[in-house]
Nanobody, 125 residues
Framework: QVQLVESGGGLAQPGGSLTLSCAASGRTISNYAMGWFRQAPGKEREFVAA????????NYADSVKGRFTISRDNAKNTVYLQMNSLKPEDTAVYYCAADRVPWTYRSQVADFGSWGQGTQVTVSS
């Protein structure tokens, strides 16, 4: 079982930037797709971005497309989420997750079986 630890959250002003990191331990994530999800108070957890095992394919929720960038460094067993042009509606707890099945590339919450504890992102002036 992989353990995932997110970091990098905090308070940002509208239009600002944050970079989230997700460090994995316990096993390699290099053959698993990875995703970022978020959950705002009173709302369901939603997909933000995903990246395939090699890093050559990515996809994003329409709400973050063009502003967020997901990347990975398999040598460091780490996934990142660069968030630019932040908006108040980006406020949420952000989670990284690993797909349940290796060598697949999916983006539904139910497809991911290993989750971090989450990191709070607050966008406010």
């Amino acid at each position: 079982q992989v353990q995932l630890v997110e970091s990098g959250g905090g308070l940002a002003q509208p239009g600002g930037s944050l970079t989230l990191s997700c460090a994995a331990s316990g096993r390699t994530i290099s053959n698993y797709a990875m995703g970022w999800f978020r959950q705002a108070p009173g709302k369901e957890r939603e997909f933000v971005a995903a990246i395939n095992w090699g890093g050559g394919s990515t996809n994003y929720a329409d709400s973050v497309k063009g502003r967020f960038t997901i990347s990975r460094d398999n040598a460091k067993n780490t996934v990142y989420l660069q968030m630019n042009s932040l908006k108040p509606e980006d406020t949420a707890v952000y989670y990284c997750a690993a797909d349940r099945v290796p060598w697949t590339y999916r983006s539904q919450v139910a497809d991911f079986g290993s989750w971090g504890q989450g990191t709070q992102v607050t966008v406010s002036s």
